[in-house]
């Protein structure tokens, strides 16, 4: 098949090839039942994924709402200059940087320790109790998740203000100050996700070979040593490429969690570049200039996963692609 | 095996940590369950932990005479049943497609999907896009423009690679054609990948909110989650109730709209729990 197709490509352009002798277009022929299952999937990519990135191209053109769908004139990197020179973008760039940031430094290592504590539990029917448990808060819905969140947080309805009020006294307003916003958003953020993220990590440590634990017991290691020199290496490769995963994903903050739990007293720590271009963009109809934020969000976004793939092939073989 | 000492020791704090999890995770649901079934009084002074105080069952008939509630609630199973249909079969036709060796472009139509993963057109294009399209206020802005997620074709193309293919060459040679194959060959096989996806869809599809929020002006239209979101937001009213008693008993109506709308979740899940788990950890075979 190999040679067939670099056979092909070999001749020179413009060869008549009569369509129906043609071997691609013969095996085409014959398996069309199997190309056929292309069409609609491809056709959803292209107009559905592939569309809106091509219509990426009205960041650099004015664009009028109503008027043609790529806009109507070019105006070079007008929108790109707006938002560089405006300090407000590179307030919300910080709190995204922060909110992302902290995420990840808190939540990722969660997910690994809860999955080795899971891992020396003896008792099956425990262990999927806990399991099942821990697992279930990764269903709900972000608005359920952030409507429990503001009522756990009232000072007025919350429980968590009366553990505030026992302790000192006074009452809390989480929600209408600063400062609590990026600490609500990443503890309920390992609430929703911690349990669920262990899924992957039970699953490396089930395909450790017992026999190791073994050698390291005659060697006379401790668990605790075992866990140190068999068990986490052993989960090393999961672990390095979810930090990767998660790493080039610091940018894509829970657009939905920071819409839903945010307000505008808070915005100088909680509103983050998708909720800025959100409001510009579908608030004020500045259509051009949310989706040269949006286009500038997403290529910095794909840079980085780049970047830390690179990063990981290099030092441990592991990689996206 | 023997343990020592101080692994006994570990055991037992272990297990506490655990149930420690178990209860913190919990809370935040019995809490909110409590608060539906409780006496405002009682949740106006705060009283309220993981029981119900002063049981009352007023709210969850305000809530269930609202006729807009329901009409929202039919909305999202509609919403979730023809959206994971579509789901289901564009994933499936494509990730068949992808686990056949012979199939040319392979390689082309797998980065063409895996692509979008790491790199998205953004959320103005997109909802010009469907603008454009004229799908806003159709059920069609609703189920379209998530139909197929690459995370989960992939994970169903690493299992359809996974499958004996003698049985395909057999058929493939008896002359049946690329459907019989799939209809009547794969698909019966695939039965437990089939409901991992079909939950993974449909959790999905029940619990959207935003693309609805985006693409839907009227609250006829709208699936219960907007509906409970607007809640939230104190944007609306239900319709056809006193304004004035919902203002009174906002925490405890949030929380019965919370529970109407997170029970078919809750109630389902335990039992389907091994196909979630099953659904990521084939994703993780070959990213």
Redesign the interface.
């Known amino acids: ?1 190999e040679t067939e ?1 670099r056979a092909r490509k070999k001749e020179p352009r413009g060869t008549v090839r009569p369509f129906a002798r043609g071997k ?1 277009a013969r ?2 022929l014959k ?1 069309w ?3 056929s ?2 069409i ?3 056709a ?2 292209i ?10 191209v ?1 960041a650099f053109r004015k664009y009028v709402p109503g008027g043609p ?1 790529f806009g109507t004139q070019w105006v070079g990197l007008k929108y790109f200059k707006m938002f560089i020179f405006d300090g407000n973008f590179w307030m919300k760039f910080r709190n995204t940087v922060v909110i992302g940031a902290s995420s990840l430094v808190f939540g990722f290592p969660l997910p690994i320790v ?1 999955a080795l ?2 891992n ?3 008792s099956k029917a ?1 262990k999927k ?9 990764h ?6 998740v ?3 969140t ?3 947080l ?1 000072p ?4 968590v ?2 553990i505030v009020k026992a302790l000192t006294g006074h009452t809390v307003a989480f929600m209408q100050e600063s400062g609590y916003f990026v600490p609500v958003y990443v503890i309920t953020g390992i ?1 929703q996700e911690t ?2 993220g262990t ?2 990590y039970l ?1 490396a440590l089930t395909n450790i070979n017992p026999e190791l634990y073994e050698a390291a ?1 005659i060697d006379g290691a ?2 605790w040593q075992q866990t140190l020199h068999v068990t986490l290496p052993g989960i090393l490769p ?1 672990i390095t ?1 979810l930090l990767i995963l998660n790493t ?1 994903a610091i940018l894509n903050v829970g657009f ?1 969690k920071v ?2 739990l945010y307000n505008p007293a808070i915005y100088d720590t909680a509103d983050v570049i ?1 909720t800025y ?2 409001r510009i ?2 608030e004020m109809n500045s ?1 051009s200039y ?2 040269a934020i ?2 500038f ?2 290529v910095i ?2 840079l980085l ?2 970047l830390a793939n690179f990063f990981s092939k290099k030092f441990s073989e592991t990689s ?2 | ?1 023997k343990e ?1 000492a ?2 006994r020791v ?2 037992v704090f ?2 506490i ?2 149930l420690i ?2 209860a ?6 019995l ?2 369950v409590a ?1 539906s079934f409780s006496d405002m009084k009682y ?2 002074s ?1 009283a ?2 993981f029981y119900p105080k002063g049981f009352n069952l007023k709210t969850y008939r305000l809530i269930m005479s609202d006729s807009m509630f329901w009409i929202d609630y039919k909305n999202t199973v509609v919403y979730t049943v023809v959206g994971t249909f579509i789901n289901l079969f ?2 499936t ?2 990730a ?2 992808l686990s ?1 060796p ?3 472009g392979r390689k082309f ?1 797998t980065g ?3 692509f ?1 993963m ?12 469907v603008r ?1 399209l004229g799908m806003r206020n159709t059920l069609w802005a609703v189920v ?2 998530g ?2 997620s690459a995370f989960n074709l992939i994970v169903m193309r690493t299992f359809f690679e996974g499958l004996p293919r003698e049985l395909e060459e057999a058929a493939a040679i008896d002359g049946m ?3 019989g194959i ?1 209809a009547h060959i794969v698909l019966p096989l695939s039965k437990p990948i089939l409901a991992t996806m079909t939950l993974f869809y449909a ?1 999905g599809m ?5 693309g609805p929020f ?1 693409y839907l002006d009227r609250p006829e239209a709208f699936p219960v ?2 509906y ?2 607007n ?3 104190g944007a609306s009213q239900a319709s056809g109730t006193d304004a004035d008693a919902l203002g009174e008993v906002a ?1 405890n109506v ?2 019965v ?2 529970v109407l ?2 029970l078919p ?2 109630c389902v ?2 039992f389907l ?1 091994k196909y ?2 099953q659904g ?2 084939l994703g ?1 075979v070959k ?1």
Do not use: C, H
Request: avoid cysteine; hydrophobic fraction near 55%.
């Open positions: 098949m197709l691609t095996r085409l398996d039942q199997l190309y299952l292309l609609l999937p491809v959803y990519f107009l559905f994924k592939y569309g809106p990135m091509l219509g990426n009205i769908w809860l504590l899971l020396e539990v003896r425990f109790t806990v399991q099942t448990i821990s697992y279930l808060p269903f709900l819905s972000v608005v359920i952030a409507g429990m503001i009522d756990l009232s007025s309805s919350g429980f203000n009366v609430w349990g669920w899924i992957l699953a017991e401790s668990r999961t490429i080039g939905e819409l839903l998708s271009l959100y963009g579908m259509f949310a989706t949006g286009l969000d997403s976004g794909f996963i780049a996206l692609w | 095996m020592s101080s692994y570990f055991r272990n297990a940590l655990l999890v178990v913190v995770t919990l809370f935040p649901l809490n909110v608060k949740i106006a705060n309220v932990t564009m994933t036709i494509f068949y497609a056949v012979r199939l040319m139509f063409l999907a895996v979008t790491f790199f998205n057109g953004g959320m103005i294009p997109n909802y010009l896009l454009n379209v423009p139909a197929i054609g690329t459907y799939v959790v029940w619990n959207t909110w935003f985006l989650s907007l409970l979101r809640i939230i937001a925490s949030k929380a709209t919370i709308t997170a979740i809750i899940y335990p729990q979630f788990v990521m950890t993780s990213g």
